[in-house]
């Protein structure tokens, strides 16, 4: 690891217009198209306009260390804030740490920091992600995480002022909960066709067989089997498609493959859970519901990390 000294010191100017994004982006290139750094050379950011660490060397020691301990990380400088620090602050920041665990399953203390180090093999990644607004560094969070790249930790302590928590820092907290949001907006679209079609289709196989199932292959099946095999097929196609394109934004290799195998886990697990439901004496409609309750979080965790993540050696 080694700064970039003497003659080599430059400042970069961004003549359009943009926020910490777009400035971080642009440096982001600079120091790929300079040459001047191997692939283990260590970035480090910091933040000023009032969110600046009580000693910036230090914080910057403090990153390079850290960087050394785990070379291949993102590592972020979790601030610690000195004097008074308003409770609607305190929520804020709670907010984004639990909507950023639910998202990715990482738990960081400080989803909001802008001191951060990480391998110059990393700026391919960050330069693709999207957006030129403050909103960038926590879009950084997301993909990071989505990709299996570690994210790490240290501390640095910090001043406490009103900027802290202006409008800059409601964006980065909407940039981290809309991906979650979105999960679930797509999420609940499908699983409103899905349970539509099941009780629609449930009741349509059962009144044509008089309740006693559909034989297939000489095989008699409960109408419950080919009712939840089609709506599942029918809800888990939108979902895919909303995944895929609008939520994750997925450059995965095989994820239809991947999302095949998935649905079709969660499809058993679901069958097994409503036979179990409804042999209580629970009716379909309310069965479903529970089993949902079930399905539902491990659906979400296997398409974050198996479908629509990417594994990085």
Same mark, same amino acid.
């Given at each position: 690891m080694r700064a970039i000294e003497g003659d080599q010191n430059a400042v970069l100017l961004r003549n359009k217009a943009g926020g910490r994004g777009g400035a971080l982006k642009t440096a982001f290139a600079h120091i790929k198209n300079s040459g001047d750094c191997t692939a283990d050379d260590c970035?480090?950011?910091?933040e000023t306009n009032g969110r600046g660490a009580e000693d910036a060397l230090a914080t910057v020691e403090k990153l390079k260390l850290a960087h050394e301990a785990e070379p291949d990380a993102l590592v972020i400088a979790e601030r610690e804030f000195a004097g008074g620090f308003p409770i609607?602050?305190?929520?804020?920041?709670?907010?984004?740490?639990? $909507?950023?665990?639910?998202?990715?399953g990482v738990r960081l203390k400080d989803t909001l920091s802008g001191f951060r180090a990480f391998p110059v093999k990393l700026i391919d990644e960050l330069l693709e992600i999207e957006g030129d607004g403050d909103e960038y560094e926590a879009k950084q969070l997301l993909r990071l995480a989505k990709q299996n790249i570690r994210i790490a930790q240290t501390e640095t302590a910090a001043v406490y002022t009103r900027e802290n928590w202006s409008g800059s820092a409601i964006r980065g907290v909407?940039?981290?909960c809309k991906t979650f949001f979105s999960f679930v907006g797509s999420s609940f679209m499908s699983w409103l066709i899905d349970y539509t079609l099941l009780l629609i289709l449930h009741s349509v196989f059962t009144n044509?067989? /008089?309740?006693v199932g559909i034989t297939l292959f000489g095989m008699t099946l409960e109408p419950k089997l080919p009712a939840i095999v089609i709506a599942r097929t029918v809800g888990s196609t939108v979902n895919y498609i909303l995944n895929? %394109?609008? $939520?994750?934004?997925?450059?995965?290799?095989?994820?239809?493959? %991947? =999302?095949?195998? /998935?649905?079709?886990?969660?499809?058993?697990? /679901? =069958?097994?859970l409503l036979r179990i439901i409804t042999a209580a004496g629970v009716p379909l409609a309310a069965a479903q519901i529970l089993a949902q309750l079930v399905v539902y979080p491990l659906n979400f965790m296997s398409q974050r990390k198996f479908v629509f993540g990417s594994i990085r050696g």
């Open positions: 970035v480090v950011t910091l609607k602050s305190r929520l804020l920041r709670a907010s984004t740490r639990l $909507v950023y665990a639910m998202t990715t909407w940039s981290v044509a067989t /008089n309740g895929s %394109k609008v $939520v994750f934004r997925s450059k995965s290799r095989f994820r239809l493959i %991947k =999302y095949i195998i /998935n649905t079709a886990v969660m499809l058993t697990l /679901n =069958y097994i």
